[in-house]
């Protein structure tokens, strides 16, 4: 059992930032992808960026629409992921939640636990 706990929300204008923050139990931590999805009102739950576990080398994968402004990062010793979200754009505006599973991977389905999420809202 993994529990998964997001903060960091917020809202802020158009090319501001945010580090969102998820706080997960458990000792196999280390070992498990952790993804960062979001879901606008009324639209599907989309990826965002994901980071896979330690022992497979902490590769990074991010959605073409973030890639260069989102960072993802983990500190196993804190068994914390963060996203730092810059030059934020009110498209960005949406739910993010935070995930972990067991394969690398953009598709929602292959992750097992996720977080309630932080609101993200960007004013223009």
């Known amino acids: 059992q993994v529990q998964l706990v997001e903060s960091g929300g917020g809202l802020v204008q158009t090319g501001g930032s945010l580090r969102l923050s998820c706080a997960a139990s458990?000792?196999?931590?280390?070992?498990?992808?952790m993804g960062w999805f979001r879901q606008a009102p009324g639209k599907e739950r989309e990826f965002v960026a994901a980071?896979?576990?330690?022992?497979?080398?902490?590769?990074?994968d991010y959605a073409d629409s973030v890639k260069g402004r989102f960072t993802i990062s983990r500190d196993n010793a804190k068994n914390t992921v963060y996203l730092q979200v810059n030059s934020l754009k009110p498209e960005d505006t949406a739910v993010y939640y935070c995930?972990?599973?067991?394969?690398?991977?953009?598709?929602?389905?292959?992750?097992?636990?996720w977080g309630q999420g932080t609101q993200v809202t960007v004013s223009s």
């Open positions: 995930a972990a599973g067991g394969l690398f991977d953009r598709r929602d389905a292959m992750y097992d636990y």
């Open positions: 458990g000792r196999i931590f280390r070992n498990y992808v």
């Open positions: 980071m896979s576990g330690a022992i497979s080398g902490g590769s990074t």
